[in-house]
């Protein structure tokens, strides 16, 4: 359950993870739509736009009805933090970010020292 990112973040081909449930919506999506060169094309055809990107993410956002505010960038965030969180090797999570060194990636354990302080330590127990 992986999937391969072509020209992701910094330009970068990358492998990251997919979940069984955006699968299942992802082939119907390719289905009903039929994109030709990209998985998700402009109403002309061609790439999807950063600035339409941008658009959907909002959008999402209204109708969750969050009133943080959420980029696209976000979502990556969130993913590393949902991944650190239980305890995921940092070495993992670099690849699937597509990070060349953990120094980029060990910025996500701050964001994460909040629940990283809950755990027990093991010389404690």
Do not use: C
């Not at 990209?38 to 600035?51: C, D, M, N």
């Not at 999570?93 to 990070?99: A, E, M, R, S, Y």
């Not at 060194?101 to 909040?114: K, L």
């Amino acid at each position: 359950m992986v999937t391969r990112v072509r020209k992701g973040k910094g330009g970068k081909d990358r492998y990251t993870l997919l979940s069984k449930g955006l699968l299942k919506d992802l082939r119907a999506y390719y289905m009903e739509y039929k994109p030709k060169e990209w998985l998700f094309e402009g109403e002309k055809g061609g790439r999807y736009s950063a600035t339409s990107v941008v658009k959907v993410v909002k959008k999402a956002t209204s109708r969750a009805r969050m009133s943080k505010k959420v980029v696209p960038h976000t979502l990556r965030h969130s993913f590393a933090t949902h991944l650190l969180a239980p305890g995921t090797d940092l070495r993992y999570i670099q690849t699937l970010l597509g990070h060349n060194s953990t120094h980029t990636t060990e910025i996500y354990t701050q964001v994460a020292n909040p629940i990283l302080s809950g755990i027990e330590n093991p010389l404690d127990s």
